[in-house]
């Protein structure tokens, strides 16, 4: 199967890059980047000398599809859509990393985003949070990969809405990212001296991962949840870990509360090779590093307020982890197919 | 005015020695270390080479007496109370920043620490929270200096819930400190490769502060407030900032609300000079570093549901800087005294 | 092919589990720790959890012995000395991560370790550098795996010398660490708050590795190589990079001497699949984390002043994906095997 | 004394503003920053919120020279030229933290920097090393503040140069900055995930710095020194940290030669409050973070290679700090006026 990149050298781009040149049943057809076009990648990211020696492309949406079966798109909001519809018309496959797919509701998209050029399409496109839209993602030949802090949050808050565990009023999610979360471009803000040693809540009450999360509960659960969606910057370079707070809605506290929100963790989650449930202690970032794994525990007082930690790699379960998974599941293959490296405590 | 410092050789000693040297008011008479009795104090802390050589003394409570007008004791839990009672009875006054007189109930304290062996002094203890309880800190000869959390929660929480500002119910205190909170042992908790490109959460449910902070609540506002409290630990030396969520107990919202919040801080703190009111930014833990300061915002949302973001030194004003704002207080000099440097942005 | 780690729980043993699981010809047969002999694995390390959920041994040589074909050894200086001997009498193949038998000198050792208990094997134990000692290793029922410095050093210094384009006189190593270099035991050094936006030569003039260095360079060449050797502590967490500086022992300097550098480098190198030689750029840590290259660079100026670049990951190539490296000469894999992932940029 | 800051926007201007509010013998007359005109410096920097509330102005000569006594200009190289001719002109006393006035060599200047458009000033002007050249600067009224890697290796190297302690051939100075070093500006170079948890060294060969060491050690020796100076870049935020090697001139070697070296040290320095000669450990970092010194240390061989140890906080003594220090000097105030501030160990 021939894969190309779109947007190859920002960092969800370059970590595609790695995945997919690791992958035993894909080969890297075509790389294209705007910025570095005719620039060989490894002389853009040296890590991949003698590993992977591509000259990057321009977009020729011709010479990309005659080159590919599956594109994967990791460009900026609102570039993505300009492409894909010439994409799809091609035949092809397409994995979007970016936020223009994501939404049902042009409307929302477009209050948080942009205009949107190609509406039509967002009805069409699966919602690529494998674990629980897989037979959408299987069927699908575009499929949104959702944002980094929505798949921390959902995994963790679906199941229990679903369920009616928690209400849906009341929702806190406290979130931290790493830096790569910012991409790769030049800003004060990404600046290492602005970071270091430095800790802020940043976009409090207006982020736009907080409508995409909202959306998703919406349309799976047909009741609006009421969320609080609060993002903070950490002084380190990959990770995202969410502590969700939320209030019972069933009779029981403390641990007799906390063990049927694991056990239903375990009823979604137990076949699934990227879901880890903490039974013991609570995840931390280190355990999901360089893994495609979602980590949850949970906690419960006996007020019935219920604390939910999960963590992911924002690169990887929440970009290009994710997004190979997908494409693992559109071409039949077992989910772990190249995801599955240990990752490394140190 | 001399002052000494016992258990000048763990991290919020050695923050007191540096503040303590650079005062105008007081001088060093003597550093007690157990660990370190014989050496000079330049020797384990080299960046004082020519600045603070003194050797340090073993635990002489009849040595610290005729040395000393003041004592700050840095010691562990448990060991404050060994010693107190003795420099009290020889007539100096003590600035405490253990937990051990931090609690007015015995038996909270005993639940979370271990059995202590004068509760009678805990009554007499004056809560060095300076903003809040100056009163107290001026007339007493034994002031606990406040934990570094229940600092910035207190700070935070306290003017809302005395006008009833915020239901005292559903409070969710989700705070993050650095590592130089966990002292200068060495742990494998603190080992460099454990916290550096990792985040975690820890004691969620049951970390001592969180008893601190309800106590102080009950006592101040006559009425049991609901904390859950969930502490992290930042990859970085110092600092905590705490993201506060409450629910608003008047009838407004959004922007009003937040205007309500933002006058009673400023009603309550503007005359403090450590206390800074954010009206257009969340404060960021490099605004605070290496300072006294205590920086709060506010953000309310349409539904009433409140974001405050609460930013301190744990070193300083959770610990070292608010002993020294505390002596100021008690010895009737300017609050500033000693204090007033400006932070590096850097 | 069975294969155990003993020393598991450490940073080097972790390491080597991880790599291990991902090998595609060997099984993880049993693992050991003294401290955590009769836990899981994946509660000591939880990254590891549902990948590696082995329960740790403690170390019975024969139990060892029948569930082993190739065991590793990443035990503390001494230890080693202690186990091995009882391994080989029982016909396993041992690879050694400590420097019991790195030297052939008995007398060095001593010097700088402690008595040696089985000088006689110090004669018989491959010296582990892959790339230079192929031969000796794939003939060898004991490899000993060379010191991280000296993985890094000795690659960049030893061609050069026996090429004679360098002085032997005049060579100085100016080496930085990463901190797991130090291992995982709790100890002031490595506390987090000691390291963070520290840094610091340490051992000057009097690091081990030294003498390992110049054994090694003296064996090899019949000459005494006159090396100044610094070792510093950088605040990350894996990776070496040492800065090397020599005089030129040729008579060209400037371009035509980088020029001559880079063409012995190839010719040693060029089939090695580890070793890459930068002809236009210095490496960095970032390029190597993760992996098992060594990166080399040569620079030189007008007055024949040589500066080599030399890059490695302590971890992998340093220790344990060297030795992974040195199963595979002795088992006649590809020398990739196991060992061909993409490193992460970020 | 009315003090103004040119390009106070800078990380270097803003660490001059905070200490020149510290400062107790001068007043803050006016900031100036093209690009953030008409901002208050505490929205720019908002930890300078109630500190220092000023607005910024545009560079207007006539107003600056109105308003101060005193001028630090922290410009990009190239700039400085621009507007001190016209500060001079209207009698004002400058100190200059830019390349523009460093050099005697206007040639060298134009080799290594670009066009001087003010060149009969530089020979006017005095070299800013306040230990080294005192004399000159009181007699100043234009002090070019040296470079950070100046700082730190000409306070080492010159002593014992001019003692001909050791030889002019073959001297090294492997040195490693902290990012601040890099300035505020944003790039990819500065980008958080390219410099936490990496290490690199840059301009190898061709720093310009080099040629700032070299033109002072050639004309305070009369002698041509051979200097090979390789920067390195750290993760973390300010500090130099460079390791000197240099060969013996004298007979002795070892510790005899130590005790030479830092009896020349202690000869040169000993009333000066800001160097201090370690005898019994090697600097770190830590030890001169937040602070003006220059710390210094000596290591020798018994072959008679010498080590040499020099570390400063670049921001400090190796710009805002030595300004400071000049300013002092040129005002004929204590030479620790404003300066003396304990720092901090965590």
Redesign the interface.
């Known amino acids: 199967m021939q894969v190309s990149v779109l947007g190859a050298t920002g960092?969800t781009g370059?970590?595609l890059?790695?995945?997919l040149?690791?992958h035993p049943r894909v080969e890297l057809a075509l790389l294209a980047s705007e910025s570095f076009s005719g620039e060989n990648i490894a002389e853009v990211?040296?890590?991949?000398?003698?590993?992977?020696e591509i000259e990057c492309q321009s977009f020729d949406v011709d010479r990309i599809s005659r080159a590919s079966d599956i594109v994967f798109t990791a460009l900026p909001h609102g570039v993505s859509q300009d492409i894909i519809p010439g994409l799809l018309e091609r035949d092809l496959t397409v994995i979007d990393l970016s936020g223009d797919y994501r939404y049902r509701s042009a409307e929302t998209y477009e209050r948080w985003y942009q205009p949107h050029k190609s509406p039509e399409l967002m009805e069409e496109a699966a919602y690529g949070l494998t674990e629980l839209r897989e037979e959408e993602i299987k069927n699908s030949r575009l499929i949104a990969n959702p944002g980094c802090y929505p798949t921390a949050s959902l995994l963790a808050v679906q199941p229990l809405l679903a369920e009616d565990l928690i209400e849906p009023e009341?929702i806190?999610i406290?979130a931290?990212s790493?830096?790569?979360g910012a991409g790769?471009g030049?800003?004060?803000i990404?600046?290492?001296?602005?970071?270091?040693?430095?800790?802020?809540?940043?976009s409090?009450?207006c982020h736009r991962h907080s409508s995409e999360i909202s959306e998703k509960l919406k349309i799976w659960n047909r009741e609006e949840a009421?969320i609080?969606f609060?993002p903070?910057l950490?002084?380190?370079?990959?990770?995202i870990?969410a502590?969700i707070?939320a209030?019972s809605a069933v009779r029981s506290a403390g641990d007799e509360l906390r063990e049927k929100i694991l056990k239903t963790y375990k009823d979604y989650y137990d076949h699934r090779?990227f879901m880890?449930i903490?039974a013991d202690?609570?995840?931390?970032?280190?355990?999901?590093?360089?893994?495609n794994f979602c980590?949850l525990s949970a906690?419960a007082?006996d007020?019935g307020?219920i604390?939910i930690?999960s963590a992911i790699d924002n690169?990887l379960k929440g970009a290009a982890g994710q997004a190979v998974q997908n494409m693992n599941a559109v071409c039949g293959w077992p989910e772990i197919t190249g995801l599955?490296?240990?990752?490394?405590?140190?």
């Open positions: 960092y370059i970590e890059v790695g995945l040149r690791d990211y040296p890590h991949l000398k003698d590993i992977v009341g806190i406290d931290k790493g830096v790569s790769r030049a800003s004060r990404t600046h290492f001296c602005e970071v270091q040693e430095n800790f802020k809540a940043y409090v009450g009421e609080t609060t903070h950490l002084p380190l370079k990959r990770g870990l502590t707070y209030d090779p880890r903490f202690r609570n995840p931390q970032l280190k355990y999901v590093t360089g893994t980590d906690n007082d007020e307020r604390v930690i690169l599955d490296k240990t990752g490394s405590y140190i």
